[in-house]
């Protein structure tokens, strides 16, 4: 398994944007599942959202739909996490993993599925004013 790396947080206002990067430099992102999932403080990890190796089908957690876009650079090998209209409760930790392409996205996201990466050291969002 092997960690990904994460970066693009920070601490925003609330209604604020960012936008967070996930990428490794052992294999191409391209050819499977990612997903993105968050922590909060004395909470368990939660599927963000998730996309799937040919960008066909997404997933988004019900608390983020309309908000948040996940799509990926494959020149780059990385896939985003794009976040708009930020809430403070969606401060946490943000990680991302990888899953076979053969996995849906909601078994990834729902499930916590990630059978080609561990976990990282995620990237701390927070959402204060």
């Known amino acids: 398994q092997v960690p990904f790396v994460e970066s693009g947080g920070g601490l925003v206002q609330p209604g604020g944007s960012l936008r967070l990067s996930c990428t490794t430099s052992?294999?191409?992102?391209?050819?499977?599942?990612i997903g993105w999932f968050r922590q909060a403080p004395g909470k368990e990890r939660e599927g963000v959202s998730c996309?799937?190796?040919?960008?066909?089908?997404?997933y988004y957690t019900d608390s983020v739909k309309g908000r948040f876009t996940i799509f990926r650079d494959n020149k780059k090998n990385t896939v985003y996490l794009q976040m708009t209209s930020l809430k403070p409760e969606d401060t946490g930790v943000y990680y991302c993993?990888?899953?076979?392409?053969?996995?849906?996205?909601?078994?990834?996201?729902?499930?916590?599925?990630?059978?080609?990466?561990?976990w990282g050291q995620g990237t701390q969002v927070t959402v204060s004013s």
């Open positions: 996309i799937d190796s040919s960008d066909s089908k997404t």
């Open positions: 052992d294999f191409t992102l391209e050819y499977y599942t």
């Open positions: 993993a990888a899953e076979s392409p053969f996995t849906g996205v909601e078994a990834m996201c729902v499930q916590g599925r990630h059978q080609y990466s561990s």
